[in-house]
Structures are given as C-alpha cells and as structure tokens.
C-alpha cells in the first residue's frame, strides 16, 4: 500500500507506536502505517468516532477481535480506546490488495479461485467464532501477501450515511452491503456472507456485481439482485447462489461456507472429518499470492534506511549518527520527538551534506529551506541502527539540546555574560560534553559557549579570594542565598504538585462514568498533592456527589455475549459460545466457569436465588444449576426471536419465566418454571404480566381494543376501562406486592407525542400518585418496597416517588441499559449497558432520606443564617427544627389564613427572630380574601410569638416579600396586589421596637429583598425593575448605570458588605455593594444559578441550581468548586400537552441553603425538610471518599495509573 507523509494534524506518536505516514483517510479514519518499540512494522487505524457511544461500541469490538484467531487475517494486536485519540494496532501484511490485483492482472477462475474464496470464508469463520462482524467486506479489505489472502479492518464499526430509505447510520459500503440492512436491521453474520458471495463474483468476473454509483440506485439494486452463477463450477456455484439470498436466514454460516468449499477441493489441503476447518482453510489457502507480474512490496523503513547507509562512505557513515540524532528531541516529560535542526547546525558542504543528499532523495529525510527533519517519525523506531545510537546516547540528548538553545540564544543577543550557563547546569553540561557523549560531536558553537562559560566561572573563582575582606558580609549572604535557595525549591515543589494536582483533576472528571472508583481515589490523590488548589477541593466534592460509585466491565465482551444480572445486581452471567462465566460485580472478580450452553444463545436470566440461569437460543429455553454448571430439565418455550423488545426474565419468586416471543416483536410472556407450560387466560391468550401471587394477569400484545386485566384464578376478565390501548402500551409490571401496577405507554398531545405512566391501585384501578406522569420511559419496575418505580429508555433513568409524585431521578447514562436491579444492602441501583458488558453501581441512598414533613404537597421550608434552625410550614402551620439537637423546638404556630395559601418566611440576620407574612383569610364567598395581611414574630431559642401585627392600608392583599434590618430592629414589608386590576400597595417598614410604620411612597417591594450588612441601603426588590431604597428617608436610590440584568437575579451580599453576588441567566457575578460595577473576571456560564449565598469567611459561594444540584464557586480563581450534592435530576416545569391524557412535566421544588457557623458545612433543606448536611472539610470529604472507593487501591495498578503520588498516601489505612 502506498505511503503518503504525515500531515501538520497527524500525531507522531500513539502510545508505543512511532508513525511513518498514511496508508488511507477516509470519512471512517485514518489509517498509518507504524513501528513498535521493537521496530516490529504495524498498521495504526484512528477511527473517527462522533459520541461516547461510538467508542463504546468500538472499545467492544476491539477487545472482541484482539482473540480472532490468525487464520486468514490481519491479528490485532492492541487496541486503546481509554486514551483521548483511540487507536488500534493490527499486523502490517504487505502486498496488494485484491481489487488491485485484479484490475491489474484480470481474474481469477478454477482451482485459484476456489482458494481464495476458501481464504476469505476461512476469515470470516475466525471472526464470527468471537462474536463480532466484519460489517464492511470488500475486495479492498483482503490483502494478498506472501502466505495468501488476509482479511483486515474487521471488528471496527464504519458509519455511514444511508438514504432516507433506511431508518438510520448503517455501517460498510452500500455496493456490498446486505439488503436487510437497508432495511434498518442490525448486521448480523450474514451480511458478512453476503458479501463474501459479492467478493468472489468480483474475482470471478473482475467487476462489481452491484456498481458503486448514488445510493439510492445501489439500494434498488442490491433489493432486485438475482445473481447469475453459471460462470462458476461446483460447489462454489451453490454456495454463493445461497450466500445472495435475499433473505438472511436461507443464507449459509461462514463456517458451513468454508466446509462446503473444503469438499470441493481435489488436491491437498482438503478437510478430514475430524480436523480443524480453520486450520484446513488456511493452508488450503496460502497459495493464492500476488502474481509474479505485481509489483513488489514496500520495504519497511528500517530495510531501505539500512540500504542506504550500507552504501554510504567511510566518512558520511562517521557524521551520519550526529546528524540523525540531532534531528530527534525531547519534550518536556521526556519523551522523544523529531526535531527540525537548523541548516546553521549542520555544515553546507562535505560528508554531512551528501549524507543529507542520499537520504533526501530516498524520501527519509526533508529539506524545508531553513532545517532539515526526518520525513517519517517511525524511523527512530523502525531502523535498528539509530535505535542502537539513541540507547548510547538517550541520557545526554536533553542536555545537548539546552546546550544547544542556550549557545544559540547567547549568541544572538551579543554573547553577554548573563546568557551564559553556570552553576550546576553548566557542571552537567560539561560533564556530559567530556565524559558522556559517545555519538554527538559538539558544534563550533556550542565549544565557544562552554568555552566563554568555563572562562567565567574561573574569573568569578579568583575574585572571591580579593573579597577575603568581606568574609562576614559574605556569610550573612550565603545564609541568606541559602534561604532563598530553600524558598525557591519549595516554590518549584508547590509548582510540580499543582500541575500534577491539575492533571489528576482533568483524569479523574474523564473516567467518573467509566471507572468511578479510580477517579474517586484520582480526586482524594489530586487534593493530598495541593489540598488549597480550587481544582482539587471541586474535584473532591464532585467525587463525594457523583452519582456512580463503581463500574465493572466483563473483559471477555463480545457483540453477541448474552448477559444476565442477579437480583441485586451483585452478579453478572456472562454466555457466549458456548460458555457461560459468572462474575462477582462488586469485587471484579470471576467466580465460576462452565461450558455446554448452546452456543447461538442470545438471552439469559438468573433465578431471584442465583441458582438458575435461563438460557434461550434458537430452539427454545433452558434451565441451568449455576453451582453444577449441568442443565436442570429439557427445552420448552420458544426459540429466540431475531430482535426482542423485552428480556428473558424470572419473576420475584422464581416460580416463571418471562419469555420473548418469536412473534417479531419479542414480546415477553409468561411460562410456570415447574411445569413448563404457558400461563394463558380464557381466550387462549397468554399473558404479558402477572402478579408476583399469580392471581392477576395482563394481556396487551395479542388482540385489539383496551389492554386486558384477568383474575388467572377464577378464568374471568377484571373490568379495566382505565388501561390504554394495547396498540400503546409498551412496559407493564406489578408492584412487589402485587396491589399496585405501572404501565407505560404512548398519548400525543398538542405539543407532540411521549410516554406516559399509568400508575393504578390493584384490581380496581384507582390512581395512585404519580399516575399521568410523563415523559418517561417505555420500560418500567418497581424497587424499594414498590416505594420508588424506576422507568428506562434507550440511555436515560427516570425514577418516580410512588409517595409523592416527584422525579427523584433524571439523568443520561450513556449507554443502552439493557437490565436494571436495586441492592438494598448497598441502596444501590446496578443498570448493564448492553452495548458494553459493563454493570455500573448507582447511589441511591439519598433517596431514602425522611422528610420532617411527609406527605404535605404545599410544603415550605428556610434554613437561618448559619444554618442552626430550620422553619417548615405546612398544613396551615410552621414549625420551628432545632437542626443540631435534631427535635422541634416548642409547638406549631397555626396560621389565621389557613391551609392552601403558602406563607412568606424571613429570618433576621443573626437568625434569632423569625417572621411570618401570611394573606388574610377567605371571605364567605371562599373566594376573594377579606381584612388586612399578617405578620407574626417568633424568638427562635423557645418558638415563642412575640408580636403580631396588621398591614393597614392593604385590605385583601397578601405579603410578598420581607427583610429585616441588620441590628434587626426594624422589618420592611412587601405586599401584593389586592386583585388583578388594582397597584400593589407600596413597601411598609415597621419598628419592631415602637410599633410605628413608615411608608416608602412610590416603592414596590418584591422578592428578594435584603439588607445590606451596614444597614445604609435596601435592596427592595428585583421584580419589573431593580429598585434600591434608603432605609433612613425612604427615598428611592437612582439605579446604577449598567446594573438592569440584576432585575432577573437572586442575589447576596459578603460578610463584610462589600461585595453583592448575583446569579443570573447562568452566571454568577459579583458587583461592589452600591452595584455599581462589576469586580473581578465572571465566572463560567452554567445552566442556571440561584440563591447565591456566601460562606463565613467570603472566600467561597454556594448557589443552587438546575437538577437540585448544589455547587461552591471560589471567590478569588472565579472557578467552580464542584459539586457537593448532585440532586439528580435535571427538568423544569411544563407540559406535553393539553390533552386530558398529556403527561405533566415534573415541577423541580426549590431549596434552601445555609453555610454552617464555621465555614466547614453546608446545610441544604427541601420544601418537605428533608435536611441534609454536607461536609466541606478536606480531611472528612476524603475520608468519605476512600470509604466510598472501598479503601485504598491496588498497589500495581496505582503505580501504573498514578505514579504522582504513592498509594499508601492517597488513602491511609
């Protein structure tokens, strides 16, 4: 394959790997031919992947080809999908490729073409032995080398946009793409046969069967293709007639192919009954070689460097190692790179320039003008005598190279003095040029700069002795120079350790989805090496809040391992060919083996005991004990649809089985284990669902009209007008129970379509709370004492309260979720993602925290300064919560307004005092509100009412927003509207001393309104305009210039009252108190930003936000600090639609939040109070940390994966 330079955007390195250039670039990736540490000669392919998804998919299929056996193809040799720019490395085979052979040479026929076409099925054989698909099989993908034909690029997903015909990206080369994948299915092993049937007609005739030409005509092609085989002898005739089957199924298994074309052979190589048909084809093949008339292939880099050199002279062979070892440098970590030297470090003329003449016109070396390079990086790897060269000199080539820069920018600035080396680098400098060289000859500039520098330091060396005078001058200095010296290798350390710090930061925030624990303890690592860097602090608070605590993926993965999740999801079965490995999730540990399983089989399912693994394939199901690894009973049910909407699964008690169909759609239905027989109602019908007692059953999937409720006891149908449409329901499933059923199913709306959850009471079908939420996902189950329904789709987890209607959960995974279970040891959710193996470990245990108020809808709550007490009001009342002594504090204080009309609550600045602003109550007409609002002082230590007083001048209108002043003696009141057409009334301040009021005329207050800390300036409100008033004549302060985007913030002012922070539209900004200007760079724009509130100390924000999340910004970087609680969830309000049966969209409730006395908690309350206190400490958050990433890590693997820091100081025993 020819080779094309490497381009500006090209790597030189990937790994281990030096490249050499480009073998081919196309919209899938690039392709270069590389050399391994060894100078071993390989293909490097970088796929160009669009999602997380693409490289999940690809990290599955490397890892899957990595074991195909070498029959036929191209070995893989590593592949890494874990580093920024994936990558995988695959033999070289040298030679043409067989659509160049054939266009060059013409076709093949008789005995050579029945070889080849038994190389290329012997290939394919070996790849789908492990479960993966070529997908793109083509004349350009079997290279002819020296011991037959090779398949390469297998195992690696290609993208391709097809026509609007299909029903998304396919993956291949529409002329020899199957016709059921345009038809949106899935490839399967067949495509593959198919185009081995294209591959061989191609041989045979020297054309495309199907030409490339616009996708739509290849489409109508490839749908009408009859092929005529006439042309072909026996049995190659039969065999590709089948392999072009227009439907997959009539086409024959690679492997049936290659046993087919074994028997057809009449000379060697033909197949005994009981030999290895890989092995057979592979031999019966490596006699298929390029023809003697192709041309040669490419020598490696490494054979045509050491030609030249061979015939190089005796003195161009003496330069030659300084010239090629200055052309390679060395990056700040080490690491060797090409370097282009300048043509003033090499001579003009002589050895060195004929040298560089040679090697120009081979292609190895490249004259830029102004320096000369290597034209291939790889060669530093590839030619055996320059990695001879570098291994003498590899230690002294980052001293030559400062020698060099230094001399070279000494002696363009005048050779001044101080541009010279001294000291301890020009110590090593000389020890290098007199001791340690061994193939690099200094230049004549670099001599005359260590020359001038050794001249110097000599100089210095005799002055000191006329400075004896001076001695205690001089000691004092020394002393000194001595501290210094000591200050600045503290400095360089704080350095090394913060950039290291970063480094560990950006590493772990990469794998907190695929490797959890791994960044849990890169976080605690990262804060040891510099605890006060702001990277490091969020980075330990991300790790305490992350949502994922552990990952764990089977390292045996293939496309078709079939997968089966315990109860708790502690157990992971993985089938495949055959075998079945059973693997211990949370310890990533094997715990047995055993082999007998069909080797087709396509689902599984572990008995709720783990005893019994279900295992269904093409005949049907079977029963294994998992102890014995032996199968408990014969075959029943039916055989394994292609394609299954749900899973084979077990029932709460083991005692049935939920079978996928093979009615098309693999819809899963209800068998008795002990008896193996179907579990039907009257009808005939069988079931889709049963209850766990086995009393109920549903049927949805067979039939028309309304989905099916049946007593299964009594053989009658349960009156259900409430179930939807069977056409529109897609999940269903009893509750634990059995009293309660969910099911999910599709409604339209004004606004488009989605899933809604009908959640209903058993058998009668009353709503439960909950019912009509939406959107959600199609499949759906109950978990936590059917407290909790859990709904999936395609990558995303919605989990619903059954209590109260909320969305506790709503978060993207990533991933396809395949099964879903809840360990409540761990209160932990484990989802499988089928399209990796990998299990992934949830923390749900905030789920579980009590509210103070259970069960109340119009809750409220707000925590006091400092985060002391919490006020919750609801049913009518507030309440007052001592949040350290964790009681309530006095009774209830009961509400003139009554339920139904939420309160306003205002602590005072100490957060001794509590008011609460309440509307009148109801007139007769239940209606309109009669009298005048009310506000009630409590005194917080004993919850006693102090005072409560009328609003006048407002009758009918409610309070909207109060604050009290700094001392706290004077509270300002904001009232409402009394009705739609009326102002509202203007802003009240009452003297809680006197009793009086003053009015502010021509003020509106609004929420939020404060205080600033000196008392000298009221912020009144934010809503309509931003109004600031003096508190001390009432008289409204002209708004700033450029201070209008405040009027849609919440905002907060510093300790000191010298800063306001202000959340707005996504950001955070901070103002001067008088909010004037802003101070400072902004912060980074996030989703949303409120409640901004300041810790004790000034030097850290907390805000609430977008999903419950509650995130620390620092004050003086602008930088965000990470998260200290992820809520979890990440939708506003709104509606589907305005249907009577559109889902309503989930309200997010509102939180507040309050810095602990001492700066080192952060308490967060919910409208309900459900009270949290989350630690800021470093040495605590760590230690939560480690425990939650199960201690310390392994020693092996840390070093290997953070060699920064030693494992035994991440995470102390």
Same mark, same amino acid.
């Given at each position: 394959?020819?080779?094309?330079?490497?381009?500006?955007?090209?790597?030189?390195?990937?790994?281990?790997?030096?490249?050499?250039?480009?073998?081919?670039?196309?919209?899938?990736?690039?392709?270069?031919?590389?050399?391994?540490?060894?100078?071993?000669?390989?293909?490097?392919? !970088?796929?160009?992947?669009?999602?997380?998804?693409?490289?999940?998919?690809?990290?599955?299929?490397?890892?899957?080809?990595?074991?195909?056996?070498?029959?036929?193809?191209?070995?893989?040799?590593?592949?890494?999908?874990?580093?920024?720019?994936?990558?995988?490395?695959?033999?070289?085979?040298?030679?043409?490729?067989?659509?160049?052979?054939?266009?060059?040479?013409?076709?093949?026929?008789?005995?050579?073409? &029945?070889?080849?076409?038994?190389?290329?099925?012997?290939?394919?054989?070996?790849?789908?032995?492990?479960?993966?698909?070529?997908?793109?099989?083509?004349?350009?993908?079997?290279? &002819?080398?020296?011991?037959?034909?090779?398949?390469?690029?297998?195992?690696?997903?290609?993208?391709?946009?097809?026509?609007?015909?299909?029903?998304?990206?396919?993956?291949?080369?529409?002329?020899?793409?199957?016709?059921?994948?345009?038809?949106?299915?899935?490839?399967?092993?067949?495509?593959?046969? $198919?185009?081995?049937?294209?591959?061989?007609?191609? #041989?045979?005739?020297?054309?495309?069967?199907?030409?490339?030409?616009?996708?739509?005509?290849?489409?109508?092609?490839?749908?009408?293709?009859?092929?005529?085989?006439?042309?072909?002898?026996?049995?190659?005739?039969?065999?590709?007639?089948?392999?072009? #089957?227009?439907?997959? +199924?009539?086409?024959?298994?690679?492997?049936?192919?290659?046993?087919?074309?074994?028997?057809? &052979? *009449?000379?060697?190589?033909?197949?005994?009954?009981?030999?290895?048909?890989?092995?057979?084809?592979?031999?019966?093949?490596?006699?298929?070689?390029?023809?003697?008339?192709?041309?040669?292939?490419?020598?490696?880099?490494?054979?045509?460097?050491?030609?030249?050199?061979?015939?190089?002279?005796?003195?161009?062979?003496?330069?030659?190692?300084?010239?090629?070892?200055?052309?390679?440098?060395?990056?700040?970590?080490?690491?060797?790179?090409?370097?282009?030297?300048?043509?003033?470090?090499?001579?003009?003329?002589?050895?060195?320039?004929?040298?560089?003449?040679?090697?120009?016109?081979?292609?190895?070396?490249?004259?830029?003008?102004?320096?000369?390079?290597?034209?291939?990086?790889?060669?530093?790897?590839?030619?055996?005598?320059?990695?001879?060269?570098?291994?003498?000199?590899?230690?002294?080539?980052?001293?030559?190279?400062?020698?060099?820069?230094?001399?070279?920018?000494?002696?363009? /600035?005048?050779?001044?003095?101080?541009?010279?080396?001294?000291?301890?680098?020009?110590?090593?400098?000389?020890?290098?040029?007199?001791?340690?060289?061994?193939?690099?000859?200094?230049?004549?500039?670099?001599?005359?700069?260590?020359?001038?520098?050794?001249?110097? +330091?000599?100089?210095?060396?005799?002055?000191?002795?006329?400075?004896?005078? #001076?001695?205690?001058?001089?000691?004092?200095?020394?002393?000194?120079?001595?501290?210094?010296?000591?200050?600045?290798?503290?400095?360089?350390?704080?350095?090394?350790?913060?950039?290291?710090?970063? #480094?560990?930061?950006?590493?772990?925030?990469?794998?907190?989805?695929?490797?959890?624990?791994?960044?849990?303890?890169?976080?605690?690592?990262?804060?040891?090496?510099?605890?006060?860097? @702001?990277?490091?602090?969020?980075?330990?608070?991300?790790?305490?809040?992350?949502?994922?605590?552990?990952?764990?993926?089977?390292? /045996?993965?293939?496309?078709?391992?079939?997968?089966?999740?315990?109860?708790?999801?502690?157990?992971?079965?993985?089938?495949?060919?055959?075998?079945?490995?059973?693997?211990?999730?949370?310890?990533?540990?094997?715990?047995?083996?055993?082999?007998?399983?069909?080797?087709?089989?396509?689902?599984?399912?572990?008995?709720?005991?783990?005893?019994?693994?279900?295992?269904?394939?093409?005949?049907?199901?079977?029963? $294994?004990?998992?102890?014995?690894?032996?199968?408990?009973?014969?075959?029943?049910?039916?055989?394994?649809?292609?394609?299954?909407?749900?899973?084979?699964?077990?029932?709460?008690?083991?005692?049935?089985?939920?079978?996928?169909?093979?009615?098309?759609?693999?819809?899963?239905?209800?068998?008795?284990?002990?008896?193996?027989?179907?579990?039907?109602?009257?009808?005939?019908?069988?079931?889709?669902?049963?209850?766990?007692?086995?009393?109920?059953?549903?049927?949805?999937?067979?039939?028309?009209?309304?989905?099916?409720?049946?007593?299964?006891?009594?053989?009658?149908?349960?009156?259900?007008?409430?179930?939807?449409?069977?056409?529109?329901?897609?999940?269903?499933?009893?509750?634990?129970?059995?009293?309660?059923?969910?099911?999910?199913?599709?409604?339209?709306?004004?606004?488009?379509?989605?899933?809604?959850? +009908?959640?209903?009471?058993?058998?009668?079908?009353?709503?439960?709370?909950?019912?009509?939420?939406?959107?959600?996902?199609?499949?759906?189950?109950?978990?936590?004492?059917?407290?909790?329904?859990?709904?999936?789709?395609?990558?995303?987890?919605? !989990?619903?309260?059954?209590?109260?209607?909320?969305?506790?959960?709503?978060?993207?995974?990533?991933?396809?979720?395949?099964?879903?279970?809840?360990?409540?040891?761990?209160?932990?959710?484990?989802?499988?993602?089928?399209?990796?193996?990998?299990?992934?470990?949830?923390?749900?245990?905030?789920?579980?925290?009590? @509210?103070?108020?259970p069960g109340i809808p119009d809750a409220q709550s707000l925590l006091a300064p400092g985060g002391r007490v919490l006020a919750l009001y609801g049913a009518g009342a507030v309440r007052l919560w001592d949040v350290r002594r964790r009681r309530w504090i006095a009774g209830p204080v009961t509400l003139e307004s009554g339920a139904g009309e939420k309160p306003v609550l205002a602590f005072s600045t100490d957060g001794g005092r509590l008011a609460i602003g309440e509307a009148p109550p109801l007139g007769r007409s239940g209606i309109e509100r009669v009298g005048l609002p009310r506000v009630t002082i409590v005194e917080v230590s004993g919850g006693n009412v102090t005072s409560a007083f009328e609003v006048s001048g407002a009758d009918g209108a409610a309070v909207r927003a109060m604050a009290f002043s700094p001392d706290g003696a004077v509270l300002a009141v904001a009232l409402d509207a009394a009705g739609p057409f009326t102002p509202p009334p203007p802003l009240t301040l009452r003297d809680l001393r006197t009793g009086t009021f003053r009015v502010a005329r021509g003020v509106v207050g609004s929420a939020p309104m404060t205080y600033r800390p000196d008392g000298g300036l009221l912020v009144a409100g934010v809503d309509r305009?931003?109004?600031?008033?003096?508190?001390?004549?009432?008289?409204?302060?002209?708004?700033?210039?450029?201070?209008?985007?405040?009027?849609?913030?919440?905002?907060?002012?510093?300790?000191?009252?010298?800063?306001?922070?202000?959340?707005?539209?996504?950001?955070?900004?901070?103002?001067?108190?008088?909010?004037?200007?802003?101070?400072?760079?902004?912060?980074? *724009?996030?989703?949303?930003?409120?409640?901004?509130?300041?810790?004790?100390?000034?030097?850290?924000?907390?805000?609430?936000?977008?999903?419950?999340?509650?995130?620390?910004?620092?004050?003086?970087?602008?930088?965000?600090?990470?998260?200290?609680?992820?809520?979890?969830?990440?939708?506003?309000?709104?509606?589907?639609?305005?249907?009577?049966?559109?889902?309503?969209?989930?309200?997010?409730?509102?939180?507040?939040?309050?810095?602990?006395?001492?700066?080192?908690?952060?308490?967060?309350?919910? @409208?309900?109070?459900?009270?949290?206190?989350?630690?800021? /400490?470093?040495?605590?958050?760590?230690?939560?940390?480690?425990?939650?990433?199960?201690?310390?890590?392994?020693?092996?693997?840390?070093?290997?994966?953070?060699?920064?820091?030693?494992?035994?100081?991440?995470?102390? +025993?």
């Amino acid at each position: 394959m020819p080779l094309t330079p490497l381009t500006p955007s090209d790597p030189q390195r990937l790994g281990g790997y030096w490249l050499a250039g480009r073998l081919g670039a196309g919209g899938q990736g690039v392709v270069y031919e590389a050399y391994g540490e060894g100078g071993e000669r390989v293909a490097v392919k !970088v796929p160009r992947l669009d999602d997380p998804a693409s490289r999940a998919r690809l990290a599955k299929e490397a890892a899957a080809a990595r074991r195909v056996a070498s029959f036929c193809t191209a070995r893989v040799i590593e592949a890494r999908t874990d580093v920024p720019e994936a990558f995988i490395v695959s033999e070289y085979v040298p030679g043409p490729n067989l659509r160049q052979v054939i266009e060059e040479s013409g076709r093949y026929e008789g005995d050579l073409l &029945l070889r080849l076409a038994i190389g290329v099925a012997t290939a394919l054989a070996a790849v789908h032995e492990v479960g993966i698909v070529h997908r793109d099989l083509k004349p350009g993908n079997i290279i &002819l080398g020296p011991d037959g034909p090779r398949v390469i690029d297998f195992g690696v997903a290609r993208r391709l946009e097809v026509p609007a015909t299909t029903t998304g990206p396919m993956m291949g080369t529409p002329n020899y793409m199957a016709p059921e994948l345009f038809a949106g299915r899935p490839a399967s092993p067949a495509a593959d046969v $198919w185009a081995w049937g294209l591959t061989v007609m191609f #041989a045979a005739t020297g054309h495309d069967l199907i030409p490339d030409r616009e996708p739509l005509a290849v489409v109508t092609r490839v749908l009408a293709l009859r092929p005529d085989v006439g042309g072909l002898a026996e049995p190659l005739a039969g065999l590709v007639a089948r392999a072009l #089957a227009q439907d997959p +199924a009539d086409r024959p298994s690679a492997r049936d192919l290659l046993l087919g074309l074994l028997g057809g &052979l *009449k000379g060697p190589g033909r197949d005994p009954a009981d030999g290895d048909p890989l092995a057979y084809g592979g031999s019966a093949a490596a006699g298929v070689r390029p023809p003697e008339a192709a041309p040669a292939p490419e020598p490696d880099l490494g054979t045509i460097a050491e030609e030249l050199y061979r015939e190089l002279s005796e003195s161009e062979r003496a330069v030659a190692p300084e010239v090629f070892l200055r052309m390679i440098g060395v990056a700040e970590d080490g690491a060797e790179t090409v370097r282009h030297v300048p043509r003033e470090e090499l001579p003009g003329e002589g050895p060195v320039a004929s040298l560089l003449t040679v090697y120009g016109a081979a292609g190895l070396v490249v004259d830029t003008g102004t320096a000369f390079t290597l034209a291939h990086p790889a060669l530093v790897q590839a030619w055996p005598r320059l990695r001879e060269w570098m291994g003498e000199d590899r230690a002294g080539l980052a001293v030559n190279r400062r020698l060099t820069e230094a001399a070279r920018v000494w002696d363009r /600035d005048g050779r001044r003095p101080g541009d010279l080396l001294h000291g301890s680098g020009l110590d090593r400098a000389l020890r290098w040029a007199a001791a340690e060289r061994r193939n690099i000859v200094l230049l004549p500039l670099e001599r005359d700069f260590l020359d001038a520098a050794t001249t110097l +330091a000599r100089r210095t060396s005799r002055r000191r002795g006329l400075l004896a005078a #001076a001695l205690g001058v001089l000691l004092v200095l020394a002393v000194a120079g001595g501290g210094l010296a000591v200050q600045q290798s503290r400095a360089v350390a704080r350095e090394r350790d913060a950039a290291a710090a970063r #480094a560990l930061t950006l590493r772990a925030a990469d794998l907190r989805r695929s490797d959890p624990r791994l960044a849990m303890r890169m976080s605690v690592a990262a804060w040891r090496l510099a605890p006060s860097l @702001p990277q490091s602090r969020g980075a330990l608070y991300d790790s305490l809040s992350q949502f994922a605590t552990d990952s764990f993926t089977d390292p /045996d993965v293939t496309a078709s391992t079939a997968y089966a999740l315990g109860v708790s999801g502690r157990t992971l079965a993985a089938v495949h060919s055959g075998e079945v490995t059973i693997w211990d999730v949370r310890g990533h540990r094997q715990i047995r083996r055993f082999r007998g399983v069909a080797p087709e089989a396509t689902n599984a399912a572990l008995s709720p005991d783990g005893r019994i693994l279900a295992v269904q394939d093409r005949q049907g199901v079977r029963l $294994w004990d998992v102890t014995t690894g032996s199968p408990a009973g014969g075959v029943f049910g039916p055989g394994a649809p292609p394609t299954a909407y749900e899973q084979l699964r077990f029932d709460a008690g083991g005692r049935r089985l939920a079978v996928p169909a093979a009615d098309g759609l693999g819809r899963g239905r209800w068998w008795d284990v002990a008896t193996r027989r179907k579990i039907t109602v009257r009808s005939g019908a069988q079931v889709d669902a049963v209850s766990p007692d086995g009393s109920l059953g549903v049927v949805h999937s067979t039939g028309s009209g309304r989905a099916e409720l049946w007593d299964l006891r009594s053989g009658r149908r349960v009156p259900a007008d409430w179930m939807p449409q069977k056409r529109a329901v897609g999940s269903v499933r009893f509750s634990e129970d059995g009293r309660a059923l969910a099911v999910t199913h599709e409604v339209s709306g004004s606004e488009g379509a989605g899933v809604s959850l +009908a959640l209903k009471r058993m058998p009668s079908g009353t709503p439960l709370t909950g019912d009509g939420t939406g959107p959600v996902g199609e499949s759906v189950t109950f978990f936590h004492h059917d407290r909790f329904v859990a709904a999936t789709t395609a990558s995303g987890l919605r !989990v619903l309260s059954v209590e109260d209607g909320r969305m506790a959960i709503e978060r993207d995974l990533g991933g396809a979720i395949k099964k879903l279970r809840y360990d409540e040891a761990d209160r932990s959710l484990r989802v499988l993602l089928s399209e990796t193996g990998t299990v992934t470990t949830l923390d749900v245990a905030d789920l579980f925290d009590r @509210p103070l108020l259970p069960g109340i809808p119009d809750a409220q709550s707000l925590l006091a300064p400092g985060g002391r007490v919490l006020a919750l009001y609801g049913a009518g009342a507030v309440r007052l919560w001592d949040v350290r002594r964790r009681r309530w504090i006095a009774g209830p204080v009961t509400l003139e307004s009554g339920a139904g009309e939420k309160p306003v609550l205002a602590f005072s600045t100490d957060g001794g005092r509590l008011a609460i602003g309440e509307a009148p109550p109801l007139g007769r007409s239940g209606i309109e509100r009669v009298g005048l609002p009310r506000v009630t002082i409590v005194e917080v230590s004993g919850g006693n009412v102090t005072s409560a007083f009328e609003v006048s001048g407002a009758d009918g209108a409610a309070v909207r927003a109060m604050a009290f002043s700094p001392d706290g003696a004077v509270l300002a009141v904001a009232l409402d509207a009394a009705g739609p057409f009326t102002p509202p009334p203007p802003l009240t301040l009452r003297d809680l001393r006197t009793g009086t009021f003053r009015v502010a005329r021509g003020v509106v207050g609004s929420a939020p309104m404060t205080y600033r800390p000196d008392g000298g300036l009221l912020v009144a409100g934010v809503d309509r305009e931003f109004t600031l008033v003096d508190p001390r004549t009432l008289v409204p302060v002209r708004r700033p210039g450029g201070s209008g985007s405040i009027a849609t913030g919440e905002y907060s002012f510093s300790p000191d009252g010298r800063q306001v922070a202000v959340g707005n539209l996504g950001r955070l900004s901070i103002w001067d108190a008088g909010f004037r200007r802003t101070l400072g760079r902004p912060f980074p *724009k996030l989703d949303s930003v409120i409640s901004p509130i300041w810790s004790p100390d000034g030097r850290t924000i907390a805000s609430y936000g977008d999903g419950n999340g509650i995130r620390l910004w620092d004050t003086r970087t602008r930088q965000p600090l990470g998260l200290v609680f992820d809520g979890r969830t990440s939708l506003g309000a709104g509606s589907m639609g305005d249907e009577p049966d559109a889902p309503t969209l989930f309200v997010v409730p509102e939180m507040t939040i309050a810095f602990g006395a001492d700066g080192r908690t952060l308490l967060s309350a919910t @409208p309900e109070g459900v009270l949290r206190t989350h630690d800021l /400490d470093g040495d605590r958050v760590a230690a939560r940390i480690c425990a939650r990433a199960q201690g310390r890590p392994d020693p092996e693997a840390w070093r290997r994966d953070v060699p920064e820091i030693d494992y035994a100081d991440v995470c102390p +025993a």
